[in-house]
C-alpha cells in the first residue's frame, strides 16, 4: 500500500507503527520526512504539512476532535463557535494541554456507541452525536442530528433505536429529530416553535418550488444562511418567489442566521403577532 492510501483512511494521518506493517522502513520514513511529504506529531504520529489546523492541534494534544468540533469537521451543521472539544484517544489516557486559545474542552467517553480507537485525530461521528447531545443546548443538538440524517451519516430509525438504549438528553434529541430538514436554521425553528406550541411543516412543495416552513394553510417561514448574504443571485431569486408566494395569498416571513439563532425573542414576536392575525389560516 502506498503512502498517501495509508494515510487517507485516517484522515491524513497514520503511526509510524502502522508503516512499518505495511512494509515502510526505518530509512524509508526518514526519507518521506526529510522530503516534507509527511511532518512528525509527537513520537508516534505522522501526517500530511497539509492537515486543517483542528487536525493538527488535535494530533499534538494527543486527542482526537470531539463532539461539535469533530461534526463540523464532517461537515455537519453546527452553531458559529471558536469552541474546540477534543476526546482522550482512550478512557483511562489524558489529553496533553498546549495553551492555546480557545482551551479546549475535553470529554470523556465511558460509553462510547462504537469503538473508535483506530481513529487518530476525530472520533467517529456517531461518538460525535453522543458528546453533542450532552454539551449542546437540545435545539441545536437536535440541528446537528438532523443534519447528520440528512448527510447519510445516520438513519432515523438507527437513532431511535440508540435512543431507546442510552435515553436521557439522547432521546430528548432524538424524539425531536426530523429527516425533512433542509438545514440548520430550519430544524433550529421548527424545533422553538414546537416548544411554543407551533407545529408547521417542512419543505412543503407549493406551485413546484419547496418553502423552509409552513404554519398552518397560509404561512410561510423561509431562513437564510449566510451564504445567502454572499450570493446575490440567490438573493434576488428569494425576493422573486416571495413576490410570486405573496401573489397567490400567502404570508412570507423571512430571517436570517442572526434572527433565528440571537435574536429569537423578536423573532418569535413577529410569528406570533402573525398567528393572532390568523395570517396562517385559509
Not at 158 to 165: G, K, P
Amino acid at each position: 500500500m502506498d503512502l498517501d492510501r495509508i494515510l487517507d483512511l485516517n484522515q491524513g494521518f497514520t503511526t509510524r507503527a502502522a508503516l512499518y506493517s505495511a512494509g515502510f522502513s526505518k530509512r524509508r520514513i526518514q526519507e518521506e520526512l526529510s522530503a516534507g511529504r509527511i511532518v512528525a506529531y509527537g513520537k508516534l504520529l505522522v501526517g500530511r504539512p497539509t492537515v486543517s489546523p483542528a487536525f493538527r492541534r488535535a494530533a499534538t494534544m494527543r486527542a482526537r476532535l470531539a463532539c461539535i468540533t469533530a461534526a463540523k469537521s464532517m461537515g455537519l451543521w453546527t452553531l458559529e463557535t471558536d469552541a474546540f472539544h477534543v476526546v482522550p484517544p482512550a478512557s483511562n489516557s489524558h489529553v496533553h494541554p498546549d495553551g492555546r486559545l480557545p482551551r479546549a474542552r475535553v470529554h470523556w467517553s465511558s460509553s462510547p456507541i462504537e469503538p473508535d480507537r483506530s481513529r487518530l485525530v476525530v472520533e467517529s461521528g456517531r461518538n460525535a452525536l453522543a458528546h453533542i447531545a450532552d454539551c449542546q443546548p437540545i435545539a441545536a443538538a437536535v440541528a446537528t442530528f438532523d443534519s447528520a440524517v440528512r448527510k447519510g451519516l445516520v438513519s432515523v430509525e438507527e437513532l431511535q433505536r440508540l435512543a431507546s438504549v442510552r435515553r436521557g438528553r439522547f432521546a430528548r434529541v432524538v424524539a425531536l429529530v426530523s429527516d425533512h430538514a433542509d438545514s440548520g436554521l430550519e430544524s433550529l425553528t421548527r424545533v422553538r416553535l414546537l416548544w411554543e406550541g407551533v407545529a408547521c411543516r417542512e419543505q412543503v412543495v407549493i406551485d413546484g418550488h419547496p418553502v423552509d416552513l409552513l404554519i398552518g394553510d397560509r404561512l410561510i417561514i423561509q431562513l437564510d444562511g449566510k451564504q445567502h448574504l454572499e450570493d446575490p443571485e440567490q438573493l434576488e431569486r428569494d425576493r422573486w418567489q416571495d413576490r410570486r408566494l405573496r401573489r397567490m395569498g400567502y404570508t412570507v416571513l423571512r430571517y436570517s442566521y442572526d434572527d433565528v439563532v440571537a435574536n429569537w425573542p423578536t423573532t418569535w414576536a413577529e410569528i406570533r403577532s402573525h398567528l393572532a392575525q390568523s395570517a396562517h389560516l385559509a
